[in-house]
T-cell receptor, first 113, second 114 residues
Framework: QKEVEQNSGPLSVPEGAIASLNCTYS??????FFWYRQYSGKSPELIMSIYSNGDKEDGRFTAQLNKASQYVSLLIRDSQPSDSATYLC?????????????FGTGTRLQVFP | DGGITQSPKYLFRKEGQNVTLSCEQNLNHDAMYWYRQDPGQGLRLIYY???????QKGDIAEGYSVSREKKESFPLTVTSAQKNPTAFYLCASSIQVYSNQPQHFGDGTRLSIL
């Protein structure tokens, strides 16, 4: 079982719709979770961090964390063509280990006009 | 502006050659990291450093070497022992290890074999 799993996509949504990206992880005691956006040929850019159960909103982005079910999701409201990118989920393994981020392989999002 | 600078943006390696990728940060971060990204794969950790003059192997350290002589700098050498070096190399930094803080990335270096 992969430590951090994401559906590779592509996930295609029309402009203005809500895009929902999901990620599951295997280390039950992981404590910090991150979403990165990576445009083709570019480096990853941090867009959200979440540390506790529930929702965290930042503009059009909402991160949701459910530690009991071991999943974290990213919702993008009012999707725009400029949101078309690969979204990487990253999970920090339990403390006492290295400060090691485990990355999923990413979900490719396509927003069409 | 504070950030992470990687150079060069593109690099070509000849057979049997060692090449060095530069990574400099002015964020005053203690921790620095090197990742490799191949198409369709996630980021894989090569080496990381928690503090000056200290570094640890990541998951795929074979064929690579690093140094950390200054807090701001963490160069990566891809040696001739690395038989499949073609990849996108990303340098990252974070405030400190064990902090649960996110890592921030430079713009990357794309390495190819001539």
């Amino acid at each position: 079982q992969k430590e951090v799993e994401q559906n590779s996509g592509p996930l295609s949504v029309p402009e203005g719709a809500i895009a929902s990206l999901n990620c599951t992880y295997s280390d039950r005691v992981s404590q910090s979770f991150f979403w990165y956006r990576q445009y083709s040929g570019k480096s990853p850019e941090l867009i959200m961090s979440i540390y506790s159960n529930g929702d965290k909103e930042d503009g059009r982005f909402t991160a949701q964390l459910n530690k009991a079910s071991q999943y974290v999701s990213l919702l993008i409201r009012d999707s725009q063509p400029s949101d078309s990118a690969t979204y990487l989920c990253a999970v920090n393994q339990s403390p006492g280990n290295t400060d090691k981020l485990i990355f999923g392989t990413g979900t490719r999002l396509q927003v069409f006009p | 502006d504070g950030g992470i600078t990687q150079s060069p943006k593109y690099l070509f390696r000849k057979e049997g050659q060692n090449v060095t990728l530069s990574c400099e940060q002015n964020l005053n971060h203690d921790a620095m990291y090197w990742y490799r990204q191949d198409p369709g794969q996630g980021l894989r950790l090569i080496y990381y450093s928690q503090i000056v003059n200290d570094f640890q192997k990541g998951d795929i350290a074979e064929g690579y070497s690093v140094s950390r002589e200054k807090k701001e700098s963490f160069p990566l050498t891809v040696t001739s022992a690395q038989k499949n070096p073609t990849a996108f190399y990303l340098c990252a930094s974070s405030i400190q290890v064990y902090s649960n803080q996110p890592q921030h990335f430079g713009d990357g270096t794309r390495l190819s074999i001539l």
